[in-house]
């Protein structure tokens, strides 16, 4: 992370100005989601990298509703970046693009769920967004839209060979399901999802590294709540949630699993907070996301070590601003480890 202009690969360099096939944006100041998408779809994938992370942690809260299960929803929103790496250009309102990235994620989260029900599930390209207009096309803006393209190429050329050859076949050939990779590649089922796998995470990561380049005003802020919020967890470990709780609202709405607490905050502090520090238990945060109105923390719990099962090994919680403050707080749990109801 961090790279500065000249250390990224020539494939990946964006210029501060757009003109091929686009009207000509300079990029200054703050922009919107539509003058990023717009940008994106003229092949700049910084834009593209910055308009997921602004919208990262909204669309981790939206997959993990859907989901149940942190890791899941990690993996549904993966998916959904290389959709929308693949199929910005069918983009035909960029004013819409929150609601565009949202409707990827839903699909995916809908795609998974049916392959827990027996149901077949795609590899995720072939998600259906709906009818889609033909958009104009001209040569130049062929061009365009192949830079985006070229910046995958130039992502994938730094993978090891059988990464590269799996995304190859996948992301720019006509394969929809890992049955048919698996008899083209002569490997296993089970070893074209891993490597589909390890390929989604590197191309994400790598597309939000080249957010890094551009300056955002949503990413300084996020990283101001990322801050808070490792300070404030390891201030709670110590013993105190004092500055925890000056982050919600007093009305809040807490709610777990399928159901709403009674009590908001006061519930959250007396139920939760002072149960764990009682109990001696410590949550480390793993994974923050923020964004301007949602937060997700995702964290490992510590428990003593006379009584190692007290809370689950792991849980994701999902935040939700209003006037600056958390107003709502959904809480998912990990699945305990098999045979712990035999420890307590």
């Not at 929308?84 to 693009?97: M, R, Y």
Request: a negative charge.
């Amino acid at each position: 992370m961090g790279k500065t202009h000249e250390e990224v690969p020539a494939g990946m360099r964006i210029s501060s100005t757009f003109s091929k096939g686009c009207a000509e944006v300079e990029s200054t100041g703050i922009m919107s989601d539509a003058e990023l998408a717009r940008m994106a779809q003229c092949g700049d994938a910084a834009s593209l990298g910055v308009l997921l992370e602004r919208h990262r942690a909204s669309l981790c809260a939206l997959a993990l509703g859907f989901l149940g299960h942190w890791p899941d929803a990690q993996d549904a929103v993966q998916d959904a970046f290389i959709i929308a790496l693949h199929k910005i250009d069918q983009l035909h309102e960029p004013a819409a693009v929150g609601w565009w990235l949202r409707a990827i994620v839903r699909n995916v989260c809908l795609s998974q769920l049916r392959a827990r029900r027996g149901g077949t599930a795609v590899v995720g390209l072939t998600e259906s967004l709906g009818p889609q207009e033909p958009r104009e096309s001209s040569a130049e803006a062929h061009l365009d839209r192949l830079a985006l393209r070229e910046w995958v190429w130039t992502a994938l050329a730094h993978l090891p060979e059988t990464l590269r050859v799996t995304a190859l076949l996948r992301y720019f050939g006509s394969y929809a399901s890992y049955e048919e990779l698996a008899v083209i590649l002569g490997v296993p089922v089970g070893t074209v999802k891993s490597r589909l796998n390890q390929v989604k995470v590197k191309l994400a990561d790598a597309l939000l590294e080249t957010a890094e380049l551009a300056h955002d005003e949503a990413r300084l802020a996020a990283q101001s709540q990322i801050r808070f919020f490792t300070a404030a967890h390891a201030e709670f470990n110590r013993g105190s949630y004092e500055s925890l709780a000056s982050a919600f609202s007093s009305d809040l709405v807490l709610s777990y699993g399928g159901g709403t607490a009674d009590g908001g905050l006061e519930f959250l502090i007396h139920h939760v907070w002072e149960a764990q520090l009682a109990a001696r238990v410590k949550l480390h945060p793993t994974t923050i996301l923020a964004s301007k109105d949602v937060i997700v923390i995702e964290g490992d719990f510590e428990n003593p070590h006379d009584d190692p099962f007290h809370c689950p090994p792991a849980t994701a919680i999902v935040c939700f601003y209003r006037d600056g403050r958390i107003h709502r707080l959904r809480q998912y749990y990990a699945p305990r480890p098999e045979g712990w109801r035999a420890h307590r």
